[in-house]
């Protein structure tokens, strides 16, 4: 009998990404997944965060966040890239500042 357990389709060792087929229990659908290792990533904006001065305003061509590029499809997927006001909401909320550069609101 054939086993349904995730399968890997392609590693990249420069995307650092990985897909995976994974079929669903039935085995009549499956689905597509790819994970991507941003440690490093996540480690640098750390590092920026803390070293950032605090009493400086945000301003004109400021990068604010590095996005690993499986979030930011994630994220183009859902229409938030493509509007400001989204962008902001989704950098502003707690549970992403792990991509922000430094703290303080957009």
């Given at each position: 009998?054939n ?8 590693s ?8 995976w087929?994974v079929?669903?229990?039935d085995g ?5 997944v790819?994970e991507?290792f941003?440690?490093p ?5 750390y ?6 001065d605090?009493h400086t305003?945000?301003?004109e061509?400021q ?16 229409g938030?890239i ?12 707690a ?7 430094r703290f303080?609101?957009?």
């Amino acid at each position: 009998m054939n086993e349904m357990r995730p399968r890997l389709l392609s590693s990249d060792p420069y995307t650092m990404t990985k897909e995976w087929f994974v079929p669903s229990v039935d085995g009549k659908e499956f689905t597509i997944v790819t994970e991507q290792f941003a440690d490093p990533l996540l480690a640098h904006n750390y590092e920026l965060r803390k070293e950032a001065d605090t009493h400086t305003r945000w301003g004109e061509g400021q990068l604010v966040a590095s996005l690993p590029p499986t979030v930011w499809m994630d994220l183009w997927r859902k229409g938030i890239i493509q509007s400001e006001t989204a962008l902001k909401k989704w950098l502003n909320a707690a549970e992403n500042v792990v991509f922000r550069r430094r703290f303080g609101r957009v």
